[in-house]
T-cell receptor
Framework: AQTVTQSQPEMSVQEAETVTLSCTYD???????LFWYKQPPSRQMILVIR??????QNATENRFSVNFQKAAKSFSLKISDSQLGDAAMYFC???????????FGKGTRLSVIA | DVKVTQSSRYLVKRTGEKVFLECVQD?????MFWYRQDPGLGLRLIYF???????EKGDIPEGYSVSREKKERFSLILESASTNQTSMYLC??????????FGQGTRLTVV
């Protein structure tokens, strides 16, 4: 079974600085998807970024980018120019191809200090 | 915009009650999911459905059942609620091959 590990239960960053959230996963498959979701205090889960394993290029969405290391099974999220609105729980998730569910890590709570 | 709607944001029920949590999506998604979220444990899969009347057990199905009679609606049923089922419940849906969209969550308290 696939597992996802987020080793940092809590992180903090100064406003306008950069922070990196770590995620590792375990799988024997070669084709899969990886995701980062954000859950603010409103509880609404929001997709931040998505990466297909077959793509070598790291995904980027505005201030959010990933460092995908397939051989190391590592998928970290970098948030640049951190804003107060980035404060949230961040979940790393894995999914195989087809009708398969997301497998989540335990989450990292990010605080942004003004 | 995709909309996944859970019937209640907060719910308080008594031990032993039968509890229904409803989830409706408006985008004709094939797949629907129920997760439970607890502090320090992340999101754990209870059940999922990849089509109408189809269901699959997730990691923690004990004490729960589901129903999917129509494509847009996926119900989670607590047959006899217990205090250890006090939690946040999240519903999600998606087309095959895309990301999942989540409802706003139901915080259930069993007293």
């Amino acid at each position: 079974a696939q597992t996802v590990t987020q080793s940092q239960p809590e992180m903090s960053v100064q406003e306008a600085e950069t922070v990196t959230l770590s995620c590792t996963y375990d799988t024997s498959e070669s084709d899969y998807y990886l995701f980062w979701y954000k859950q603010p205090p409103s509880r609404q889960m929001i997709l931040v970024i998505r990466q297909e394993a077959y793509k070598q290029q790291n995904a980027t969405e505005n201030r959010f980018s990933v460092n995908f290391q397939k051989a190391a099974k590592s998928f970290s999220l970098k948030i640049s120019d951190s804003q107060l609105g980035d404060a949230a729980m961040y979940f790393c998730a894995y999914r195989s191809w087809g009708n398969t569910p997301l497998v989540f890590g335990k989450g990292t709570r990010l605080s942004v200090i003004a | 915009d995709v909309k996944v709607t859970q019937s209640s944001r907060y719910l308080v029920k008594r031990t032993g009650e039968k509890v229904f949590l409803e989830c409706v999506q408006d985008m004709d998604h094939e797949n629907m999911f129920w997760y439970r979220q607890d502090p320090g444990l992340g999101l754990r899969l209870i059940y999922f459905s990849y089509d109408v009347k189809m269901k699959e057990k997730g990691d923690i199905p004990e004490g729960y059942s589901v129903s999917r009679e129509k494509k847009e609606r996926f119900s989670l049923i607590l047959e006899s609620a217990s205090t250890n089922q006090t939690s946040m419940y999240l519903c999600a849906s998606r087309w095959v091959g895309t990301e999942a969209f989540f409802g706003q969550g139901t915080r259930l308290t069993v007293v």
